[in-house]
């Protein structure tokens, strides 16, 4: 049986009600969706998993 992870969509736990300038990110075995959350059906960035651990690396 194979596992297919897929978080759907969660905003930042640092985003709060008031902030409006909030990320939406989506995690799944072919990696990971970045999104603006205003515009849910606009274009979503995509990372492959070792290109999403590099930007968090570089971020933090």
Do not use: I, Q, Y
């Amino acid at each position: 049986m194979s596992t297919t992870r897929d978080t759907g969509w969660f905003t930042s736990t640092h985003s709060g009600a008031a902030d409006n300038d909030c990320v939406e990110v989506r995690l799944t075995d072919a990696g990971t969706r970045v999104r603006d959350s205003k515009d849910r059906h606009g274009p979503a960035l995509a990372f492959s998993p070792a290109a999403w651990t590099a930007l968090l690396r570089t971020t933090r």
